[in-house]
């Protein structure tokens, strides 16, 4: 397999998974902009989205969208724990996170990074993830991981997209809860491994 990734983007969040789950992969960084990868290769022509993650498979086949790519991962690795099994309450559960994360915290952040939003806008967008920081700050309370004690692909995916408050300007010590997550998460050698990993990775 061999998963495109850009430092930073939400491709974090498989990369983690497959570092949890010891599945191995190659790793080929993308540059978002020109849409090369470090190969050379025309990223367009690989995943014709142009964003990341992407997940070649070793049939050949692509596998995109980070929601769809976490639960692959960790059906190939059920031992890891990381997604519950299908046709369970707890699986829906699961799903049930990763579309809150992907819709609402995910996507909440895009207006931040667009440098031609306006001012006005940007600040809308910072206040409606406020209210969802509140809404997970609840959620987490007393529990280590979204799912209750097992950590699973859902939490790769909420650190990863939590890690771009400090881009963005948001302090989440407001939210003392989820600073304690992110650190706590941050601390897994599969996090520590997959974040090295990337930043050792040739550039375009």
């Not at 998974?17 to 080929?28: F, K, N, T």
């Not at 980070?66 to 190939?76: F, P």
């Not at 559960?93 to 819709?103: G, Y």
Request: proline fraction near 7%.
């Amino acid at each position: 397999m061999k998963l495109y990734f850009s430092p930073g983007a939400c491709s974090l969040a498989p990369h983690i998974v497959l570092q949890e789950a010891g599945l191995p992969a190659e790793i080929e960084r993308v540059d978002l902009r020109s849409k090369k990868t470090a190969t050379g290769a025309d990223y367009m022509a690989i995943n014709p989205k142009g964003y990341v993650p992407a997940l070649q498979l070793s049939d050949g086949e692509l596998l995109t969208e980070v929601t769809t790519i976490l639960q692959y991962l960790a059906d190939l690795a059920p031992q890891s724990k990381l997604a519950p099994a299908f046709g369970t309450i707890e699986r829906y559960r699961l799903l049930e996170w990763l579309n809150f994360i992907a819709t609402e915290v995910h996507k909440g952040f895009a207006p931040t990074f667009n440098p031609k939003q306006p001012e006005e806008a940007k600040q809308l967008a910072v206040e409606g993830l406020q209210r969802r920081f509140d809404y997970l700050q609840a959620q987490l309370e007393g529990h280590d991981f979204l799912m209750g004690t097992t950590f699973t692909v859902a939490d790769c995916y909420l650190f990863t997209t939590l890690r771009w408050t400090k881009y963005v300007g948001i302090d989440l010590e407001r939210w003392p809860v989820l600073a304690a997550y992110v650190a706590r998460i941050g601390a897994r050698p599969s996090v520590l491994a997959a974040v090295a990993a990337e930043k050792a990775a040739p550039a375009p």
